[in-house]
């Protein structure tokens, strides 16, 4: 059963959209839940979770209405104000739902060390006790950062999504090879092996990828690393087919149990699908 761990929808000036521009012309149009289902229906995709793409509690609520409607929405990734005063009582309200499966806060351009500011630990604290995950788009300055949270908050359900974006484009493996290690020392944290081709710029191919894709299945083993496409932002750089059959080669070794694992067990069990 082939789940996605990782992609997106979205209607172009609608639910408080502010991203894609016009000057990414592949993306920039709707993409719904059936154009994802031609997407994935040459390899058998079976169900997928839907990532915010939108700083909007708007968009969130949108996703969850559509994923109630259509059965490969498994599941909703949402956003809302970790930061707000009353962002306690925003986030029980979403987790009403129980298509949501957990928040992302999109750290990748906020400071460093954002996520540890005391004023979000309320939210926090929401967020294990209504058993919500933490999808860590970061970057790999936000490693040692994302340590700390886990290190303070133990239960806290957190994955990081596109394995932190490393510079794939520049080779660079490290630090980034050991700040990840670290992180995948911590038993709960799972990661997404998503989002590598559009990290590599003109270095896009298996070659180039193998290196980084091999140190996350080293470090998180198949029953913490997940697959996901991140589509519709993948056609910036592949295609779906494309993809899994890259990903697939990255997965060779494991064994069958291990292969589902990537391509849809770990996914299921983390977000509670």
């Avoid at 970057?139 to 999504?161: G, M, Q």
Wanted: charged share 25%; glycine share 8%.
């Amino acid at each position: 059963m082939l789940i996605d761990a990782h992609c997106h929808v979205w209607r172009i000036g609608r639910n408080d959209h502010t991203w894609p521009t016009p000057d990414l012309p592949a993306i920039h149009r709707d993409f719904d839940l059936d154009d994802l289902a031609r997407a994935g229906a040459e390899v058998g995709l079976a169900g997928a979770v839907l990532v915010q793409s939108q700083p909007s509690q708007r968009d969130t609520e949108w996703l969850l209405e559509i994923a109630a409607d259509h059965p490969l929405a498994l599941g909703v990734v949402g956003w809302t104000d970790i930061a707000a005063p009353d962002a306690a009582e925003r986030i029980a309200t979403l987790a009403a739902s129980p298509r949501l499966k957990g928040l992302r806060p999109m750290l990748q351009d906020l400071a460093d060390d954002w996520i540890l500011d005391p004023r979000l630990e309320p939210a926090i604290a929401v967020m294990v006790a209504a058993d919500l995950s933490f999808d860590a788009l970061i970057r790999p300055r936000h490693l040692p950062s994302l340590l700390e949270l886990v290190r303070r908050w133990p239960d806290l359900r957190v994955v990081i999504d596109h394995g932190a974006k490393p510079d794939i484009g520049a080779g660079c493996l490290d630090p980034w090879r050991e700040q990840i290690a670290a992180l995948a020392a911590a038993p709960g944290v799972h990661c997404k092996l998503s989002g590598l081709l559009t990290e590599a710029g003109e270095r896009a191919s298996a070659d180039a990828l193998a290196p980084f894709a091999a140190h996350l299945l080293d470090v998180f083993g198949p029953d913490r690393l997940m697959w996901g496409s991140d589509w519709p932002v993948l056609n910036l750089a592949g295609d779906y087919a494309g993809w899994r059959a890259m990903a697939d080669g990255f997965a060779a070794d494991l064994d069958h149990a291990g292969q589902s694992a990537v391509f849809g067990e770990t996914a299921r069990r983390f977000y509670r699908l």
